[in-house]
């Protein structure tokens, strides 16, 4: 199952934002009120974004956070996992905490989190000067590749882990079952925490999709270890990211076809693509068919005419 990378960081950022309070923020985290918990804005984040974005997607967050002497505080999360050259990306950050600040007229706390091997484009400063008038807009920034592994496995913090688990994505085995190796292990690691279950869960849904197998037999015996580490008849939870990706592509292929023939033509062709992918990853037909609004009858008979097709030729891949 390919899920995208800015879904599955939105979610677990927003599943464990008290942890990644700590993580990114331990200076500051002890004038936060946690019991009040957080707004997270990501509609109103849209309204705010730079008329330029055109289609590239970010991962982006906008969160409401109160402090303990009753002020509020908005936080800017943007995770960078591409690494493609934005020369734009500077003054894109200092446009949107210029409008949140005007909007809300409180304070933002800006983070920027690269996730690529290209340094060149991990910046955390805005400048522009002309004709004697200067901005400078200094934010924080997070550069994966300068935390090593080895040093992420020895930090306590639980959204360590998280990060460890992105190094996936910057050192990437060609040998699958390293990967699985990789995976595995953490999992295991995590388990070893005091950490309470469904956080455990929603890590496992990141660790497991973050960078996925392109090997039909080695995502299979990855599952059914992960069955005998978790002691499920079934993988820990993927509901949200799955649920989250496939309503967005369900838009943004609606958009493209503009004609209702069309899109239920998409519909169509996502089911036979989708519904194997799920059931691959250990899911029963009624859970397929519960978590995505599909009749039970549909569903089966998807994963049927997959299971004869297989005879013949692989399941369609996607890379990413």
Same mark, same amino acid.
């Given at each position: 199952?390919?899920?995208?990378?800015? $879904?599955?960081?939105?979610?677990?950022?927003?599943?464990? /934002?008290?942890?990644?309070?700590?993580?990114?923020?331990?200076?500051?985290?002890?004038?936060? +009120? /946690?019991?009040?918990?957080?707004?997270?804005?990501?509609?109103?984040?849209?309204?705010?974004?730079?008329?330029?974005?055109?289609?590239?997607?970010? @991962?982006?967050?906008?969160?409401?956070? %109160? *402090?303990?002497?009753?002020?509020?505080?908005?936080?800017?999360? #943007?995770?960078?996992?591409?690494?493609?050259? +934005?020369?734009?990306?500077?003054?894109?950050?200092?446009?949107?905490?210029?409008?949140?600040?005007?909007?809300?007229? #409180?304070?933002?706390?800006?983070?920027?989190?690269?996730?690529?091997?290209?340094?060149?484009?991990?910046?955390?400063?805005?400048? #522009?000067?002309?004709?004697?008038?200067?901005?400078?807009?200094?934010?924080?920034?997070?550069? *994966?590749?300068?935390?090593?592994?080895?040093?992420?496995?020895?930090?306590?913090?639980?959204?360590?882990?998280?990060?460890? @688990?992105?190094?996936?994505? *910057?050192?990437?085995?060609?040998?699958?079952?390293?990967? @699985?190796?990789?995976?595995?292990?953490?999992?295991?690691?995590?388990?070893?925490?005091?950490? +309470?279950?469904?956080?455990?869960?929603?890590?496992?849904?990141?660790?497991?999709?973050?960078?996925?197998?392109?090997?039909?037999?080695?995502?299979?015996?990855?599952?059914?270890?992960?069955?005998?580490? $978790?002691?499920?008849?079934?993988?820990? =939870?993927?509901?949200?990211?799955?649920?989250?990706?496939?309503?967005?592509?369900?838009?943004?292929?609606?958009?493209?076809? =503009?004609?209702?023939?069309?899109?239920?033509?998409?519909?169509?062709? @996502?089911? #036979?693509?989708?519904?194997?992918?799920?059931?691959? *990853? =250990?899911?029963?037909?009624?859970?397929?068919?519960?978590?995505?609004?599909?009749?039970?009858?549909?569903?089966?008979?998807?994963?049927?005419? %997959?299971?004869?097709?297989?005879?013949?030729?692989?399941?369609?891949?996607?890379?990413?």
């Amino acid at each position: 199952m390919n899920i995208s990378k800015d $879904t599955l960081w939105k979610g677990i950022i927003e599943n464990l /934002f008290s942890d990644f309070l700590w993580f990114f923020f331990e200076e500051y985290a002890d004038q936060i +009120d /946690f019991d009040r918990g957080f707004v997270f804005l990501d509609s109103e984040l849209e309204k705010l974004l730079p008329d330029n974005e055109g289609s590239i997607r970010h @991962a982006d967050k906008l969160v409401r956070v %109160w *402090l303990l002497n009753g002020e509020e505080a908005w936080f800017l999360i #943007h995770v960078e996992v591409q690494g493609y050259p +934005d020369e734009f990306f500077p003054r894109r950050m200092f446009e949107i905490s210029y409008r949140c600040t005007e909007k809300y007229q #409180h304070p933002v706390v800006a983070l920027a989190i690269f996730t690529d091997k290209n340094r060149r484009y991990h910046q955390k400063r805005y400048y #522009h000067s002309f004709m004697g008038t200067t901005h400078i807009y200094e934010y924080n920034a997070y550069s *994966l590749i300068d935390h090593p592994k080895e040093e992420l496995a020895l930090n306590t913090k639980l959204f360590a882990i998280v990060m460890e @688990a992105a190094w996936q994505y *910057l050192e990437k085995p060609e040998d699958e079952n390293l990967l @699985a190796h990789i995976k595995l292990d953490l999992i295991r690691r995590l388990f070893k925490r005091n950490v +309470d279950k469904d956080k455990i869960r929603k890590i496992i849904q990141f660790i497991s999709l973050y960078v996925g197998f392109t090997k039909p037999e080695i995502q299979h015996n990855f599952v059914e270890e992960l069955k005998l580490i $978790t002691k499920a008849d079934k993988p820990m =939870g993927i509901e949200e990211a799955i649920q989250e990706e496939l309503k967005s592509q369900g838009r943004e292929e609606g958009r493209q076809e =503009g004609r209702e023939e069309g899109r239920e033509e998409e519909r169509e062709h @996502a089911f #036979h693509k989708f519904i194997p992918q799920l059931y691959r *990853l =250990g899911m029963s037909p009624e859970d397929i068919a519960a978590l995505n609004d599909i009749p039970l009858e549909k569903v089966s008979q998807v994963i049927e005419n %997959w299971q004869d097709s297989m005879l013949t030729e692989p399941l369609e891949t996607e890379e990413e």
